[in-house]
């Protein structure tokens, strides 16, 4: 098995559904990122997406598309089909340098299943998907949980941690919410740092992470090894730049709304060399345009493009204002 790859950064990217394409984690990894992670995708989807490629002599890149530039690049998978996550680990072990597995998708089509966060009240089966996906591949394999499914059980992070590290497991982010939250209240970082105090490999922390303020504050208080930004990483690949220039020197640029829709018109750019879906590139869009004077307005018009010379058009006329 592989050790983990260098990361250029503290700072990572989280794997967010229908947000972190490849377009966008190329523009957060060139913002200093150190580690991008693909959206999560499901083992049983894998395995049929590879058997119907095959058949065109194609590979798994034409499903789960990302750039060389995206390097080190995580791909995250959810799923507890032993046999089809065994399958899908080795479908994907040749294009990405890690494997990240999801336990922590509070998404009710998701945990119906088995999958993401109601995996943490199953010991057993967790044991037995941390050992076959280890056993499976030579990548190294990282985690990323929640601490539990409700407010009864919200230690249930500590043992699965304890089970990951047994079997090989080489990293753990955590975001200190239950299943049951959602993205409701707030996280509780005293969670991550019990973490940091229970396993010895490396921790990620996640959750509500939306300055360079906060990030210092988040790895100063818990100890983490690394800080994952989702949410405040939405329209804002800036982010990663701050924070690393203010965990260095205290002090970090900040960016207008001009530069803002500049960095967008770039991001529209990136997307023509990949199978985006128009409906999430107008959701990046209007990510992009939050807080701005007149947003609103402009968010109104961009939700009624039908196509993306439209979209630039509007920002482009929006930038010479």
């Known amino acids: 098995m592989s050790k983990l790859p260098h990361f250029s950064s503290r700072v990572f990217l989280a794997p967010m559904a229908g947000v972190s394409d490849p377009a966008l984690r190329l523009m957060c990894k060139k913002m200093g990122a150190g580690l991008v992670v693909t959206e999560l995708t499901s083992v049983n989807a894998i395995v049929a997406k590879q058997k119907q490629l095959q058949s065109q002599m194609k590979d798994i890149t034409e499903f789960i598309e990302f750039s060389e530039k995206e390097r080190p690049l995580s791909v995250q998978l959810f799923g507890s089909d032993i046999i089809a996550l065994e399958k899908a680990a080795k479908i994907v072990e040749p294009f990405f340098d890690i494997i990240d597995y999801n336990m922590g998708c509070p998404a009710p089509h998701i945990t119906k299943q088995m999958a993401g966060g109601a995996l943490l009240q199953n010991s057993s089966l967790t044991q037995e998907i941390f050992k076959t ?31 990951a590290e047994r079997e090989g497991i080489q990293m753990v982010t955590l975001h200190p919410r239950t299943v049951s939250q959602g993205y409701s209240g707030h996280s509780d970082w005293d969670m991550i740092k019990k973490l ?4 010895e490999i490396p921790v990620v922390g996640n959750g509500d992470i939306t300055s360079p303020e906060i990030a210092k504050k988040v790895l100063d208080y818990t100890g983490c090894d690394y800080v994952m930004i989702g949410r405040g990483a939405m329209g804002n690949p800036f982010i990663f730049e701050q924070i690393n220039d203010y965990l260095a020197y205290g002090k970090y640029k900040k960016y207008g709304i001009h530069e803002r829709l500049d960095a967008f018109v770039q991001y529209i750019d990136a997307t023509s060399n990949y199978n985006i879906r128009f409906v999430n590139i107008k959701q990046q869009a209007i990510r992009f345009t939050k807080g701005i004077v007149g947003g609103s307005a402009l968010r109104k018009r961009l939700s009624e493009a039908n196509n993306i010379d439209d979209l630039t ?8 204002v």
Not at 144 to 156: H, T
Not at 196 to 199: G, P, S
């Open 133 to 163: 996906l280890v056993n499976s591949v030579k990548r190294p394999i990282s985690l990323k949980m929640r601490i539990g499914v409700d407010a009864s059980n919200k230690l249930l992070f500590q043992e699965i941690a304890k089970i």
């Open 196 to 199: 940091k105090q229970t396993v």
């Open 313 to 320: 058009e509007l920002l482009v006329q929006t930038i010479r």
